[in-house]
T-cell receptor, first 110, second 111 residues
Framework: AQRVTQPEKLLSVFKGAPVELKCNYSYSGSPELFWYVQYSRQRLQLLLR??SRESIKGFTADLNKGETSFHLKKPFAQEEDSAMYYC????????????FGTGTRLTIIP | DAGITQSPRHKVTETGTPVTLRCHQTENHRYMYWYRQDPGHGLRLIHY???????DKGEVSDGYSVSRSKTEDFLLTLESATSSQTSVYFC??????????FGDGTRLSIL
């Protein structure tokens, strides 16, 4: 069975400090990993997709297959980064369904 | 933003009543999904559809049914609502091999 674990429910970081949101997964195969962000009472928005290897809003994430992790990082936190962040996994072979982690609420302290 | 409209946006109803939530898309995407969002659980898949009249169960499908008679519409029905179905419901759409995009959500309260 596939599973996504986000060990931190809440994370507070000072403005300008580095941010790391942890995500670990279990999947027997080659998964596709995503980060979604949800600002207060808004729709989920795609932040990152591991195969695109982009940097969006200063965030990056690297898939580490050895550690089965896909941690989200940003070198300098900004107040507008305060939001709920979800890590999600999709299986390979045309399996498009997403399995989400329980989410991490990030608060940036001014 | 992807052309996804969920209706209603808010609904309060009583236990035992039927409820239907609608997801309408203008993107002509083949895949559509219904999730529920609950504190401590993240988002969990209820049902999904890979095309017209092609639907299947997700992780938490008990008490829910779906229908998809047109590409653009995906309906989620609670036949007899229970308080445990109080939640925020999100619809998502995707094209094959592409990420899912989400609607604004429906906040459903069952008293």
């Amino acid at each position: 069975a596939q599973r996504v674990t986000q060990p931190e429910k809440l994370l507070s970081v000072f403005k300008g400090a580095p941010v790391e949101l942890k995500c670990n997964y279990s999947y027997s195969g080659s998964p596709e990993l995503f980060w979604y962000v949800q600002y207060s009472r808004q729709r989920l928005q795609l932040l990152l997709r591991h195969i695109s290897r982009e940097s969006i809003k200063g965030f990056t994430a690297d898939l580490n297959k050895g550690e089965t992790s896909f941690h989200l990082k940003k070198p300098f936190a900004q107040e507008e980064d305060s939001a709920m962040y979800y890590c999600a996994l999709s299986g390979s072979g045309g399996n498009e369904k997403l399995t989400f982690g329980t989410g991490t609420r990030l608060t940036i302290i001014p | 933003d992807a052309g996804i409209t969920q209706s209603p946006r808010h609904k309060v109803t009583e236990t035992g009543t039927p409820v239907t939530l609608r997801c309408h898309q203008t993107e002509n995407h083949r895949y559509m999904y219904w999730y529920r969002q609950d504190p401590g659980h993240g988002l969990r898949l209820i049902h999904y559809s890979y095309g017209v009249k092609d639907t299947d169960k997700g992780e938490v499908s008990d008490g829910y049914s779906v229908s998809r008679s047109k590409t653009e519409d995906f309906l989620l029905t609670l036949e007899s609502a229970t308080s445990s179905q109080t939640s925020v419901y999100f619809c998502a759409i995707s094209a094959p091999g592409q990420p899912q995009h989400f609607g604004d959500g429906t906040r459903l309260s069952i008293l």
